[in-house]
């Protein structure tokens, strides 16, 4: 019970990690929305990707990926999935990228996610700098989640190893206890013996009087 508490207590972790992060990329892709539709001007370091998508394709399938059915989720997975292997690129591979590391589906891999989104900003040229962004904020999420789920496992296993070395001093106390036992009614057996002796031989010693 102790360890589920703890398991839940870290699963909330990760969770308000990954709220927060998808908080901070909102504001960013915001920005980048409002230069698009012209309320804005382009940052100077951002290089216009022809074909790439804006903030809110990306947002939107995040959103539905997060709140919709098993269903949906996988059909959101599986396509990602596709488009990944089948028309490889940079922004296929964030989309994938970000979906692996979203938690809550079947899907999720935070450790698959990151090894994706650390090769997707290895192409940083070939992004926008609101798919900058969002590689970077999900890749830290990822992050975060393999470093809260190691440490989950490490407590689990280390808790698993003190109940088992527990349990192995219990049992050699029983044995123990048990072996003291036998020691204790073998020398019982063998005081009865020598007083059912002395006692057949002190009735002998009678009869001959």
């Known amino acids: 019970m102790h360890n589920t508490r703890i398991t839940i207590r870290l699963t909330r972790i990760a969770a308000m990690a990954v709220i927060v992060s998808l908080m901070t990329g909102c504001a960013t892709a915001s920005k980048a929305t409002d230069w698009l539709r012209g ?6 370091d951002d290089t216009v990707i022809l074909g790439a998508p804006d903030a809110e394709e990306y947002l939107k399938e995040l959103y539905e990926l997060a709140s919709g059915d098993p269903h ?5 997975f599986e396509d990602a999935a596709a488009a990944a292997k089948l028309t490889p690129g940079p922004s296929s591979n964030l989309r994938f990228g970000m979906i692996l590391a979203t938690p809550g589906h079947s899907g999720t891999d935070p450790a698959r996610a990151e090894n994706v989104l650390r090769d997707v900003l290895a192409q940083g040229e070939l992004l926008t700098s609101t ?12 992050t975060r989640l393999n470093t809260i789920s190691a440490e989950a496992r490490n407590l689990t296993e280390s808790t698993t190893r003190a109940a088992r070395d527990e349990e192995l001093a219990t ?17 019982l057996a063998d005081a009865e013996q020598k007083l059912e002796a002395i006692t057949s031989i002190e009735r002998e010693i009678r009869d001959q009087e």
């Open 39 to 44: 309320r804005d001007k382009a940052p100077t």
């Open 72 to 76: 949906k989720q996988a059909d959101i």
């Open 131 to 142: 798919e900058m962004s969002l590689a970077t904020i999900y890749l830290y999420s990822a």
């Open 171 to 187: 049992s050699q106390r029983i044995a123990s206890i048990e072996a003291e036992n036998q020691r204790l009614r073998r020398e």
